[in-house]
C-alpha cells in the first residue's frame, strides 16, 4: 500500500473514532484536527494536504519557518503548539501562524502584547494550563495565575484575543485520570466564557473529546 492510500485509511480510522466518540458525549460539532507535525517532513505533510487535512501545528520556530517556506503554495493553516521563548517572538509574528495554543506565563503575556503593538499585529490565543502538576509541562498551575492572565489580556492588552485553554494530559492509560484532567479544562473554560479547548493527542483524543474538546492535536497516530 503506497503512502497517500496508508494515510487515507488512517484518517478515516481517526474520523470514525472521533466521530463515535462525539455520538457517546451526545455532541455534533467536530472538532478541529491540528495535525502536529513535528516529527514529520514536508512530503508526508503534502500527502496529508492532499487526503483532507488543512491544519497542521508545529512545536518549533525554526523548523516551522522552513516547512511554511517549503509548503507555500498550500493552503495550510499554520498553529504554534510548542513552547514559544520570549526571543523567538519577533520570528513567530513574521511567520503565518493563525493560533499559538501555548502561551504560558504572564511574562509572555506581556512580552507577545509589545511586541505584537509593534508590529501592528493582533494575535489569536489559547492559554496553556498545566491542570496536571506535573513538573515537566509549561503553563499556569492555578486558578489564581490563569485568573489574573486573563484578566491582564481582556483590560490591557489589545493586541491579544485569548480564544481558549490549553493542556497537556499525562502520558497515561488511565482513563479517570484523563477524564479528570480534561473535565477540569473545560470548567475553566465554561467560568471565564472561553470557546476553545485544545485538548487531546494520539494517545487519549477520544476521552478529549467526549470531554468537550474543540480541537485536538494529533501526530503519532499518522505515523505508525
Same mark, same amino acid.
Given at each position: 500500500m503506497d503512502l497517500k492510500a496508508r494515510l487515507s485509511r488512517r484518517w478515516e480510522e481517526v474520523r470514525g473514532r472521533i466521530l463515535r466518540a462525539l =455520538?457517546?458525549?451526545?455532541?455534533?460539532?467536530?472538532?478541529?484536527v491540528v495535525v502536529a507535525s513535528k516529527y514529520m517532513d514536508t512530503a508526508f505533510m503534502r500527502t496529508l494536504y492532499e487526503i483532507g487535512l488543512r491544519c497542521f501545528g508545529e512545536n518549533h520556530i525554526q523548523s516551522a519557518e522552513k516547512k511554511i517556506s517549503e509548503l507555500a503554495?498550500?493552503? !495550510? =493553516?499554520?498553529?504554534?503548539?510548542?513552547?514559544? %521563548?520570549? $526571543?523567538?517572538? $519577533?520570528?513567530?509574528?513574521?511567520?503565518?501562524? %493563525?493560533? !499559538?495554543?501555548?502561551?504560558?506565563?504572564? &511574562?509572555?503575556?506581556?512580552?507577545? =502584547?509589545r511586541r505584537a503593538e509593534a508590529h501592528g499585529l493582533?494575535? &489569536?490565543?489559547?492559554? =496553556?494550563?498545566n491542570v496536571s502538576g506535573e513538573a515537566s509541562k509549561w503553563g499556569f498551575r492555578t486558578r489564581g495565575e490563569l485568573a489574573e492572565a486573563i484578566d491582564f489580556i481582556r483590560r490591557d492588552c489589545p493586541h491579544l484575543e485569548c480564544v481558549g485553554l490549553m493542556t497537556m494530559a499525562p502520558y497515561s492509560s488511565d482513563e479517570n485520570l484523563l477524564r479528570r484532567v480534561f473535565s477540569q479544562l473545560r470548567s475553566l473554560a465554561e467560568e471565564f466564557s472561553l470557546p476553545e479547548l485544545s485538548m487531546g493527542t494520539s494517545n487519549d483524543f477520544e476521552i478529549a473529546v467526549e470531554e468537550g474538546a474543540t480541537i485536538v492535536r494529533i501526530g503519532s497516530v499518522f505515523l505508525e
Open positions: =455520538e457517546r458525549a451526545g455532541r455534533t460539532d467536530f472538532p478541529k503554495d498550500l493552503d !495550510i =493553516e499554520w498553529h504554534f503548539i510548542g513552547h514559544l %521563548q520570549r $526571543n523567538k517572538i $519577533n520570528k513567530f509574528l513574521s511567520l503565518p501562524f %493563525q493560533l !499559538i495554543h501555548s502561551v504560558d506565563s504572564l &511574562r509572555l503575556v506581556s512580552a507577545l =502584547e493582533k494575535v &489569536r490565543c489559547l492559554l =496553556e494550563v
